[in-house]
């Protein structure tokens, strides 16, 4: 499978030492005309309720926070102007686009997403939900994903597709607020034998409950 990347430089802004989270209170960039792009590449998207649909990822730069078990290098980025995006993800076959990163609501992507829009894609986004999105984004995205990272997911939310719990040690069934979301997917950290195990067990006290088993790390894709 082909996947065509934007070229990465070293512009890195790296946060030493936060744990688990910096600032939910981290505002938008700018005027969203040019965005901090870590990476633009065509895959399948592997979790959650659209599992096997092919997708093209604008993986955003940044992230407020600081995940142990977070596998995305996100802090080296390229400059990229709409027009460049939107170019990039049209080399790619795929009806949907995923936003990603790092945290793509760190950035202004509103004008983006109504350019994609213009374009006749499709858009899922995949947040932390540590920061609120804006409004106008509710709109314009059709598929949301919430993971949160050890904490609630915070006010302005008005529709949550899924979201999307990673088990591991420190996972407590009692953090999921399962009132919020159409859907509650459990992933288990790294595929560890234990953590699958503990998901397992998990999803027989609660059986509307599903499992996330991130296929695109099984068939060694992007």
Known sequence: MESHSVMRNQNTNSLEGIPDAEDDRKPVWGDGQSLQI?????????????????????????????CFFCDT???????????????????????WVSL??????????????????????RIHIETSGSLSPQPELFDLIDHWTVSPKRRRVVDGFERITDLKYVVGKAFREDQVEEDRADLIY???ESSKP???????????????WRLSCRIHKMLHLP
């Open 38 to 66: 870590n990476e633009i590449f065509y895959s399948i998207e592997g979790e959650g309720a659209r599992v096997g649909q092919p997708t093209t990822f604008v993986r955003l730069a940044k992230c407020n926070l600081r």
């Open 73 to 95: 290098e996100f802090d080296t980025f390229t400059e990229m102007n709409l027009r460049e995006i939107v170019d990039e993800v049209r080399m790619h076959s795929a009806e």
């Open 186 to 188: 459990l992933q288990p």
């Open 194 to 208: 234990e953590y699958v195990h503990k998901t397992l067990e998990i999803l027989q006290r609660h059986p509307k």
């Open 100 to 121: 990603t990163g790092g945290e793509p609501l760190g950035q202004n992507i509103a004008p983006l997403c109504e350019a994609l829009r213009g374009n006749g894609y």
